[in-house]
């Protein structure tokens, strides 16, 4: 297991009883990130079984209430359940003032650091790294400042091919990190053993892009070129792209086509317009363009490691 | 009916599936009100069909999140929904400046107005009346600067007792806005027929007391005194009475105290601790001091017309 997503809430506007804002739990290579945290999201987290304490880091794509008005509340919670590990949070300039002022006006200052990564470039930047993720901001264009994410997995060692290795008795344990890394190994005869025939190659690194509410815009395609799954918004169908226009929202045909245009391995669509009764539309729409496409939906969990994506419930 | 009470949310701490913070909708004499707005009130509001469009005052205790972290997403959606009347809000100081930096964020400035009315008194004060309803403060003593809310009734006009009235063709329809005020009639011979024969007394005006977070206080018993229903507090039971010294809350046994030092003809309590698990014993602990208790639970109405009071669903 190397990428699960599991969707938290993917409707647009306001929560409604059945329907809630946007958020998404991913796990990837052992890392655990929320994506957005709409009024609701704690509630979701704990419908769905998401460990509290899993989550160290936190993306906010943009300050719109139906992605950002949970995270107060998720922050005062992780204190009330006595968190002492530090909180990464990384979202647009003025996440932090805001966040600040409610600690203060509630006299609830949290015992556990709040590390506050504000944002504020147009260009894409490497945000978060460690050994098994990177994490980089794709700018979108919104009617506030808004960042989709791309979460890429750090290449992965070679696998030790045992049978084969086993036919040297010269090859000790204490090679293993070498041939790992890529190294061929030499005999005290000299002769010299390609690293390909004692290594299988790892699986390729897996990635998902996450981009929330922007108008179409194709010059973020180069950043997501080729990601496993691509998460787009899809707030209307084509039929209201005059909305599109005026709320900055894109349609589903228009996230399939940046699905297209990516070579993406899957589309999975959200943040679903509430005049929209049936959510297949959205599918139907998208598909006469993409054929891999998934509605997400609050409680579906997505496992990636595999095609066709599973959806696990 | 005058007066019916909604219970939203009557939890404390963080919102967890099936236990919602503190929220409660009050009808009083043809008027509509939003008590304290913890997160996913507004979703509460939608699975309980509360009229959205019928809340013009909302008023907030205190700014911990159990209380207050649902209202900037009410604003918001009162917005989403083209809404175009006032919406009055009443609070502690602080409460303008963080909902307006919200706003500012997110670029989703109502298009009607706000009305602030900060309160930064520790005396009970009046702060709401028009000719159905006043409302004063009930200042509580928390971690942070508390009111509880108490709403009464304006006195009704008199009924006219028209079978009596009949038997004077001297009395004519002009006349009885003069006897509704409770005047005595004079006939056109000298006679003086007194204004208790001619009428019928008003039912009493109905009465109820909010109070939210506070620590026991015994105070507060001549503001609430007579009121036909309490909502207080009894967030632990008297084996964790240290807790309530320390986070400033009552017990189920103080709540009744106040409610029998002040004689209300009926006893609500909520915002229960999460460390117990059958709310049964908070009714159980109070009924050892006053006999007249009811259990808030999310989704209970009450009528309080006549008594004892019904709970609706």
């Known amino acids: ?52 304490s899993k989550i160290n880091h936190i993306f906010i794509s943009h300050l719109h209430g ?25 979202g647009p300039k003025g996440i932090k003032e805001v966040t600040v002022l409610q600690l203060k006006l509630s006299k609830s200052w949290t015992k556990y650091n709040i590390v506050f990564h504000e944002l504020s470039s147009n260009k ?15 700018p979108l264009s919104h009617r506030v ?46 002769e010299v053993i390609p690293n390909l025939k004692l290594t299988i190659e790892p699986s390729k690194p897996k990635s998902f892009a996450f981009c929330s509410d922007t108008e179409y815009k194709p010059d973020i395609v180069p950043i997501i070129k080729d990601v496993d799954v691509l998460y787009h ?26 699905a297209s245009q990516a070579n993406v391995g899957k589309l999975i669509i959200g943040h679903y317009s509430s005049r929209y009764n049936n959510i297949n539309d959205f599918k139907n729409e998208a598909q006469t363009v993409f054929e891999n496409v998934e509605l997400a939906e609050a409680g579906k969990r997505y496992s990636i490691d595999s095609f066709p994506i599973q959806v696990l419930n």
Do not use: W
């Open 233 to 258: 918004e899809a707030t209307f169908l084509k039929d209201r792209e005059d909305l599109c226009d005026k709320t900055k929202h894109s349609t589903a045909e228009q996230a399939a086509s940046i």
């Open 145 to 190: 400042y808004t960042n989709g994410y791309l979460f890429t997995e750090k290449p992965k060692l070679k696998k030790l091919h045992i049978e084969n290795i086993k036919q040297y008795d010269e090859i000790d344990t204490c090679d293993y990190h070498n041939l790992k890394a890529g190294k061929d190994f030499t005999l005290s005869s000299g």
């Open 66 to 90: 139906d992605h950002f008005f949970g995270l107060i509340g998720l922050i005062s919670t992780f204190g009330i359940l006595n968190r002492e590990k530090d909180l990464h949070i990384y």
């Open 124 to 138: 894409s930047e490497l945000i978060f790294e460690d050994d098994k993720v990177s994490v980089h901001t794709i």
């Open 1 to 52: 297991m190397s990428l699960n997503l599991t969707i938290l809430g993917c409707h647009s506007a306001t929560p409604r009883v059945n329907a809630h804002p946007t958020s998404q739990y991913l796990e990837i290579n052992n890392r655990h990130f929320l994506i957005d945290c709409g009024e609701g999201t704690q509630r979701q987290m704990r419908k769905y079984k998401i460990g509290f």
